[in-house]
């Protein structure tokens, strides 16, 4: 999937704590990651879309990330959202 869906997603959440907290709801459909975020805060996540079975997407850096989220600062995370 390429980052083209998240850039024209209807629904979308943008940042770790957002992200999180849609996998936590079931709520993600496919999931973003910035490659140049640190492991420590992208590991539980990435362990949690493993455990759910949703669709990560590696992305090259935070910028670039957000960018496609439509913002002016980086983001480690960002997720598609189910309707």
Same mark, same amino acid.
């Given at each position: 999937?390429?980052?083209?869906?998240?850039?024209?997603?209807?629904?979308?959440?943008v940042?770790?704590?957002?992200?999180?907290?849609?996998?936590?709801?079931?709520?993600?459909? $496919?999931?973003?990651?910035?490659?140049?975020?640190?492991?420590?805060? $992208?590991g539980?996540?990435?362990?949690?879309?493993?455990?759910?079975?949703?669709?990560c997407?590696?992305?090259?850096?935070?910028?670039?990330l957000?960018?496609?989220?439509?913002?002016?600062?980086?983001?480690?995370?960002?997720?598609?959202?189910?309707n």
């Amino acid at each position: 999937m390429s980052l083209d869906a998240l850039k024209t997603a209807e629904a979308k959440v943008v940042g770790v704590k957002q992200t999180a907290k849609a996998l936590q709801k079931k709520n993600a459909s $496919t999931v973003f990651i910035a490659a140049d975020a640190e492991e420590r805060i $992208t590991g539980p996540i990435k362990a949690e879309c493993e455990k759910q079975n949703v669709l990560c997407v590696m992305v090259e850096t935070m910028q670039v990330l957000g960018k496609a989220c439509g913002i002016h600062a980086g983001a480690s995370a960002a997720a598609i959202l189910t309707n």
